[in-house]
């Protein structure tokens, strides 16, 4: 049974940082795509950062680009997000997923890490 758990959320003045983690098991074929997903109240889930495990091709939405990073330990089966500079705008719960499709076409979720940030 595959899973997924989230760390390392909490809150955080805006400019400040905080690292994701995300630790998986319980499959044997590697992961075609991992990434991470917000959602906030009252707005649509948003795709932030994915990861094409076996080229380390990465991607992020244009709101994140150059102060998130998505990275992965393969020994470890291990996702990360190192956010910097975090805004207000980038409250909500950050899930890890994974899936062996194409990145945002996720066949597994964890249950969550809230990221809170303040003014």
């Known amino acids: 049974q595959v899973q997924l758990v989230e760390s390392g959320g909490g809150s955080v003045q805006a400019g400040g940082s905080l690292r994701l983690s995300c630790a998986a098991s319980g499959y044997y074929v590697r992961m075609h795509c991992m990434g991470w997903v917000r959602q906030a109240p009252g707005k649509e889930r948003e795709g932030v950062a994915g990861i094409y495990t076996l080229y380390d091709w990465t991607s992020y939405a244009e709101s994140v680009k150059g102060r998130f990073t998505i990275s992965q330990d393969n020994a470890k089966n291990n996702l990360y997000l190192q956010m910097n500079s975090l805004k207000p705008d980038d409250t909500a719960m950050y899930y890890c997923?994974?899936?062996?499709?194409?990145?945002?076409?996720?066949?597994?979720w964890g249950q969550g890490t809230q990221v809170t940030v303040s003014s």
């Open positions: 997923a994974a899936g062996y499709g194409l990145c945002n076409e996720y066949n597994y």
